[in-house]
């Protein structure tokens, strides 16, 4: 799925922009500006999109991992996700797959907190994924 804009609470002295979040590299990432819990980025797709899973990667500092995340949609659903304690892409399904035109990733809460942020964020549609895929990785199917 392609993500064609994004918005942030903060980006880190503009050195670490939202779009890095979403940019295919695993080397750059977006940083908020000192924040942690209820920091977010908004990632608007250019229209509807059934999603079915995310990827999402902490930034690569010890000091900033974010831990639960809120993710919102265009039509006022929300879903919550746990990331590990560490920096590695991570999956979530998402199932039943959510329609949305937009995803506001919010913090709502910290393995530690100074400048969180994501080193790499994408989603994958139900076009993207077949069946088979979500069974192989263990989600839901």
């Given amino acids: 799925v392609k993500i064609a804009s994004c918005t942030a609470s903060s980006d880190y002295n503009g050195q670490a922009p939202c779009g890095n979040a979403y ?4 080397r750059s990432d977006w940083g908020t500006a000192g924040e942690g819990t209820g920091s977010w980025i908004k990632l608007q797709f250019a229209g509807a999109q059934a ?18 995340l809120k993710l919102e949609f265009s039509h006022r659903r929300t879903r919550v996700v746990a990331l590990q304690q560490n920096s590695a892409s991570q999956r979530f399904a998402l199932a039943p ?36 895929d979500l069974c192989t990785d263990n989600l839901t199917c």
């Fill in 51 to 68: 999603i079915a899973a995310m990827n999402f990667a902490n930034r690569p500092f010890s000091s900033a991992l974010s831990k639960g």
């Fill in 23 to 26: 940019d295919g590299s695993m």
């Fill in 97 to 132: 797959a959510v329609t949305t035109t937009f995803v506001k990733i919010v913090v709502v809460s910290v393995w530690r907190s100074l400048n969180n942020g994501a080193k790499e964020i994408s989603f994958r549609s139900l076009r993207d994924l077949g069946m088979s």
